[in-house]
C-alpha cells in the first residue's frame, strides 16, 4: 500500500476557478452518511434553477451493473448522458492505475473524463466514493486532493447517526483542519441523520465552528428513510417475483422475522409491515399468512420469502390465486432460511428512482431542513432563461409551499388518489381533506402501506355539515324549481359536497375526476362557483413542458366551438394562468392562415376574437390570426409576419375550436413527447380542477398543486 499512499500527495494543477461557481463536489466523511439524500436533495434545487446539470462520479463499483446513483439520478431527473460520461473509471481500473509506474495518472484520466462532461453542462455536481473497497483507509483524503484536481468546492457530509455533540465537532475540526492543509476550496457542511433532540445544539456549535462564506445545514434522522423495501431485497437476493402487484414492491419492511414456529406462535408475532422469512415447504404457513391479510383483525405483512429453491405446489397456488389481489409479496429464493436470514440482515437501504413514495419522502424531509435560496446564494448561481419539465414541476411544489391552501379530494378511496395524497404530505405542500367512509379510506391506506396523518376525511353520509351545505344549496338553486329534500340528496353526492366545501370557503379547491366524469366534476362549480366578473365562460388550458420550455395550450376540453367573444375570453384567462405560473404570456390566436392571406367563416372568428381581446386586455401582446408555424419558429415567422411580438416567440396558443386543440395536444403529447399538464380550469370564482379516469399519480399530484397555487391568487 506504500504506492497507493504516496499517490494521494499528488496533485495536478488545475486552472484557479472564476468567480462563479460551476461545480460542486460532495464526499462523506465516513460511511452511511446519507450522502445519496443530500446528493439528490441538492440536484433537485439546481435542476429548478439551472438548465444544463450534470453528475459525475469518479470512481465506481460496477460489477457489471450500473452504478446506483448515477441510474438513480439519470432516471429521475432525466439527464441527458450516457452511463459511461458520468464516471471516471471503475474500482478495478483505479486500482491498476495507483500500483502502476505513474499513480498520479489516475487524476488526468479522472479528470479528462470530467472534462467532457463539463462541456456538456452549465452546472457539474460530483458524489465521491463510498467508502467501501481498497480506498476505503484513505476515502475523505482521496476525495479532498480528487476535488481540488477537478477545481470542485468540497461539501462534506458528516453521518450524526448515534454520536454525541462532542463527537461530531471532532469530525468537523478534523475535516476543516484537512481542508486547510491541502488549500481546498471548503464550501460548506451537512450533518445528516443528526439525533433530533440534538439539533439545537448542533446547530449552536456549527455557529460556532462556521465562517460566513461556508454553507451549513442539519438534517435530523428520518426513521422510514432507513427502512427496507420489498423491491431492495428482491433485487439484492435476485428473487423470483411469484405472487403479488408491481406496486407492493414499494412497501416499507417495519422488520423481519423467521417463521419455523408452529402457527399460534407465527400469528401471535405478526406485525405490520413484517418481511416474513419462511421454508418453501411451510404450506401451513403460507396459507396462515395469506388468511391475515383477509382478516380485519390481524395487521398487514409486506411480504413473504420462501427459501430453500421450492415453489409452492400447485393446490396451494391456485388457493392463494383464488383470494384476489391481496397487498403483499411473495418471492421465492434458492438459499436457506438461515442464510437468507444473514443476507437480508446485511442489506443496505437505498433511495430507488421508480419508488414515488420514498423519493417524495426523501425530498420532502431535505426540503424542509435545507433552505434552497441560501444554498443557492452561497453558490452563486445565476438563474437559467430555460424551463424545463423538472424545473417546471418542482417550481410547482415550491409555489405551493409559500402558502399551503386546502384542497378537497372527493375520491377518497381512488388508491391513486391516497398514493397522491401521501406524497403531497410528506412534501407538506398543502392541507387536504378526502371524502368518504374514514374506515375504509384507513383500512385501504393500510393495506398500501401507505401513512396519511394529518388527512381530514368526511364520510358525505355521516357528518355535521350536511343540513348547512343542502339549506345553502336549496337558496342558491330554488329558483330552478330545486326542493329542500332534492337540495339534501344532491349533497350527497361527492362532487357536490366537495364543490359546496370550496364555495363555502371550507376548502380552498377542489380536484376530482380520477373516477368521474368531466361534466359530473365540473357541473356543481357552474351551477354555484360560476364564473368570475367579466367572464363568460370556463375554459380549460394545458401546460405543454417540452425539453427547455412549457407552452399554454387553450382549449383543448371544454368547449367545442366557442365565439368570437367567448375565445377571446379563453385567450385573456390563458394569459393570466401562464403568468401565474411563470410564464411570460405571449398569446398567438391560431388559425389555418396568418394575418390577412385567409379569408373565411372561421378565420373572421378567430380575427374578431383576436380584436376583442386587444381592447380587453391591451397590456397583452397578443396575434391573430396566425399560423402555428408562424406563431413558434421564428424563421417562419420573418416571412409570414415580421415585426410581430408574438411571431416565432409564443408562449400560449389559442386554438379555434375544442376539435383542433384536442387533437394538437395530444399529437404533440405522444409525437415530441411532451409532458402535458392539465387540464387547468379557467375563468371560476374558485379553483376546480378535473382530472382524466386514466390519470396516474404524478399528474393528481400535479394538479393537486395547481390547483393550489390557483387558490394563492384568488
Known amino acids: 500500500m506504500g504506492v497507493l499512499y504516496l499517490s494521494f500527495h499528488l496533485r495536478f494543477e488545475f486552472p484557479s476557478q472564476t468567480d462563479m461557481s460551476k461545480n460542486l463536489y460532495i464526499a462523506a466523511a465516513e460511511a452511511d452518511s446519507g450522502k445519496s439524500l443530500v446528493m439528490m436533495g441538492i440536484m433537485n434545487i439546481l435542476t429548478r434553477h439551472v438548465n444544463r446539470v450534470g453528475f459525475f462520479r469518479p470512481i465506481v463499483s460496477l460489477n457489471g451493473q450500473t452504478d446506483h446513483d448515477i441510474d438513480l439520478v439519470s432516471k429521475r431527473l432525466k439527464l441527458p448522458f450516457r452511463h459511461d460520461e458520468m464516471y471516471g473509471v471503475t474500482q478495478q481500473e483505479a486500482m491498476e492505475l495507483l500500483q502502476g509506474d505513474h499513480p498520479d495518472e489516475i487524476f488526468t484520466v479522472i479528470l479528462n473524463k470530467y472534462k467532457k462532461l463539463e462541456s456538456k453542462c452549465d452546472f457539474v455536481v460530483c458524489e465521491g466514493t463510498d467508502h467501501t473497497g481498497f480506498l476505503k483507509p484513505f476515502d475523505l483524503d482521496f476525495n479532498v486532493r480528487l476535488a481540488n484536481n477537478l477545481g470542485a468546492p468540497v461539501l462534506a457530509v458528516v453521518n450524526g447517526h448515534g454520536k454525541r455533540i462532542s463527537e461530531v465537532a ?33 446547530w449552536g456549535m456549527l455557529v460556532k465552528i462556521h465562517s460566513d462564506t461556508e454553507v451549513g445545514f442539519i438534517i435530523p434522522e428520518h426513521d422510514l428513510l ?33 417463521a419455523a414456529m408452529g402457527i399460534e406462535q407465527i400469528l401471535k408475532h405478526t406485525e405490520a409491515g413484517t418481511l416474513v422469512i419462511t ?29 430453500g429453491g421450492m415453489r409452492p405446489s400447485q393446490e396451494v397456488m391456485r388457493l392463494i390465486l383464488g383470494v384476489g ?23 443496505k ?21 435545507v433552505d434552497g435560496k441560501q444554498f443557492l446564494e452561497k453558490i452563486a448561481i445565476t438563474p437559467a432563461g430555460v424551463v424545463t419539465p423538472v424545473m417546471f414541476e418542482y417550481q410547482l411544489f415550491e409555489r405551493a409551499r409559500i402558502h399551503r391552501k386546502h384542497i378537497v379530494l372527493p375520491e377518497g378511496t381512488d388508491d391513486r388518489i391516497l398514493r397522491a395524497a401521501e406524497i403531497l404530505l410528506r ?55 330545486v326542493t329542500r329534500d332534492q337540495a339534501r340528496e344532491v349533497m350527497l353526492d361527492v362532487s357536490y359536497l366537495g364543490t359546496m366545501m370550496v364555495y363555502k370557503g371550507h376548502a380552498d379547491g377542489m380536484v376530482s375526476g380520477a373516477a368521474h366524469t368531466t361534466q359530473h366534476t365540473i357541473r356543481p362549480a357552474f351551477e354555484f362557483i360560476r364564473t368570475r366578473p367579466g367572464f363568460s365562460i370556463v375554459s380549460s388550458s394545458f401546460f405543454m413542458c417540452f425539453e427547455d420550455r412549457v407552452l399554454v395550450y387553450a382549449d383543448c376540453a371544454f368547449n367545442p366551438n366557442p365565439t368570437s367573444e367567448e375565445l377571446a375570453d379563453i385567450a385573456i384567462s390563458s394569459a393570466d394562468t401562464a ?42 401582446k397578443i396575434e391573430g390570426p396566425i399560423q402555428y408555424d408562424a406563431a413558434i419558429d421564428s424563421t417562419v415567422a420573418r416571412q409570414k409576419m415580421p415585426g410581430s411580438e408574438v411571431a416565432g416567440k409564443a408562449t400560449v396558443f389559442i386554438f379555434p375550436d375544442l376539435n383542433t386543440g384536442n387533437n394538437t395536444y395530444k399529437a404533440v403529447q405522444r409525437s415530441a413527447g411532451a409532458v402535458a399538464v392539465g387540464p387547468v380550469s379557467q375563468g371560476l370564482n374558485k379553483p376546480v ?7 396516474t399519480v404524478k399528474d393528481i399530484v400535479n394538479t393537486v398543486l395547481i390547483t393550489a397555487i390557483q387558490a394563492q391568487e384568488i
Open 170 to 202: 471532532e469530525i468537523i475540526q478534523m475535516i476543516r483542519s484537512l481542508m486547510a492543509r491541502e488549500k481546498c476550496s471548503y464550501f460548506g457542511m451537512f450533518i445528516n441523520r443528526a439525533v433530533e433532540k440534538d439539533v439545537d445544539a448542533l
Open 226 to 258: 432507513q427502512k427496507l423495501t420489498i423491491r431492495q431485497v428482491a433485487g439484492a437476493l435476485k428473487a423470483e417475483h411469484l405472487y403479488g402487484e408491481d406496486d407492493v414492491m414499494d412497501y416499507d419492511i417495519s422488520d423481519f422475522r423467521v
Open 279 to 307: 421454508p418453501a415447504d411451510r404450506s401451513d404457513v403460507l396459507i396462515a399468512l395469506f388468511m391475515t391479510l383477509l382478516s380485519d383483525t390481524y395487521p398487514k405483512i409486506a411480504g413473504i420469502i420462501l427459501t
Open 325 to 347: 389481489k391481496q397487498p403483499v409479496a411473495l418471492l421465492r429464493v434458492p438459499g436457506d432460511t438461515f442464510t437468507t436470514a444473514m443476507d437480508v440482515s446485511r442489506i
Open 349 to 369: 437501504p437505498m433511495l430507488s428512482p421508480d419508488n414515488e413514495r420514498r423519493m417524495a419522502m426523501a425530498i420532502g424531509h431535505f426540503e424542509s431542513h
Open 427 to 481: 412534501r407538506e405542500a398543502v392541507e387536504l381533506t378526502l371524502l368518504g367512509n374514514e374506515e375504509e379510506i384507513f383500512k385501504k391506506a393500510g393495506a398500501l402501506h401507505l401513512k396519511l396523518e394529518g388527512t381530514g376525511i368526511i364520510d358525505p353520509f355521516d357528518n355535521d355539515l350536511i343540513n348547512d351545505y343542502a339549506a345553502t344549496y336549496y337558496k342558491l338553486r330554488k329558483h330552478k324549481g
Open 579 to 620: 403568468r401565474m405560473f411563470g410564464i411570460d404570456p405571449m398569446v398567438a390566436m391560431l388559425s389555418y392562415s396568418t394575418g390577412s392571406s385567409g379569408k373565411g367563416e372561421d378565420v373572421e372568428k378567430v380575427r374578431k376574437a383576436t380584436g376583442i381581446a386587444r381592447i380587453r386586455r391591451p397590456d397583452l
Open 689 to 695: 380542477n378535473d382530472l382524466s379516469r386514466g390519470c
